[in-house]
């Protein structure tokens, strides 16, 4: 790591530290910079302001959630269903408690949000990669009867985005996510899963412990 990537981590690092004890709006680029050992204007030689800076947090910790659910998607002996299932369930595990653990953590993703929608494009193209692997396999296995992979893809993932992050859209529990979730999935399922009885594909359960299931780290 260069000197010019330490000095940036360690303005990353002060900040963040900042944003979760005293929260985004009362924190200040001169405060971040007394925490660094260097002046203000030295800040702006790695960042435009401070929302970069938060921004590019927020970044890390979308991704962050991105690889619990790419664990989760290696772990063997599942079927396509089963692994579709338990990486949205993952990921709605982890980005429920990321936010649950702290406040001002909510905070910074709402700001963020509002002023830099755009930081969770990257996560959410790994996302879409992560679904459409598990429905392209579902499909070459005959799991999965799909007429387009791609759409099916979007929709899957546009279906799921209330589970990402789920204090951003509503106050509920995580037990209340995950039982309406199970129902979401369940409609998936029946729209994926074709049986030659004609009978209904079984209501999606929810699971308990999932294999390669990751949790952010205390704040």
């Known amino acids: 790591m260069s000197e010019t990537d330490v000095t940036r981590e360690q303005i990353i690092e002060a ?7 005293y ?8 405060e971040v910079a007394c925490d660094c050992g260097m002046s203000p ?3 702006y030689r790695f960042f435009k302001g401070k929302i970069d800076i938060a921004a590019e947090i927020a970044r890390r910790q979308a991704l962050s959630a991105i690889e619990t659910i790419e664990s989760v998607l290696e772990c063997p002996h ?14 709605l595990r982890y980005t429920f408690h990321l936010l649950e653990n702290s406040a001002k953590v909510l ?15 990257e996560s959410f ?23 387009n992979l791609a759409q099916t893809t979007i929709a899957i993932q546009a279906a799921t985005l209330k589970y ?11 037990a209340e996510l995950e039982q309406e979730l199970s129902g979401v999935l369940t409609l998936v399922m029946r729209g994926l899963i074709i049986r030659n ?12 412990d999932i294999v390669g299931q990751k949790m952010p780290r205390e704040l």
Do not use: C, M, W
């Open 15 to 21: 900040a963040e530290q900042r944003f979760r004890h």
């Open 23 to 30: 929260g985004y709006p009362k924190t200040t680029i001169a």
């Open 41 to 43: 204007g030295n800040i």
């Open 78 to 91: 599942r079927s396509s269903r089963q692994r579709l299932e338990e990486i949205v369930f993952a990921d």
């Open 107 to 121: 905070e910074l993703a709402q700001i963020v949000i509002r002023e830099r929608p755009q930081f969770q494009v």
């Open 125 to 147: 193209r790994r996302e879409r990669r992560a679904f459409q692997r598990i429905l392209r396999e579902g499909q070459a296995s005959g799991e999965f009867t799909i007429d």
């Open 164 to 174: 990402r992050y789920a204090q951003l859209f509503t106050n509920q529990t995580l």
């Open 197 to 208: 009885d004609g009978k209904l594909v079984a209501p999606t359960t929810i699971p308990g």
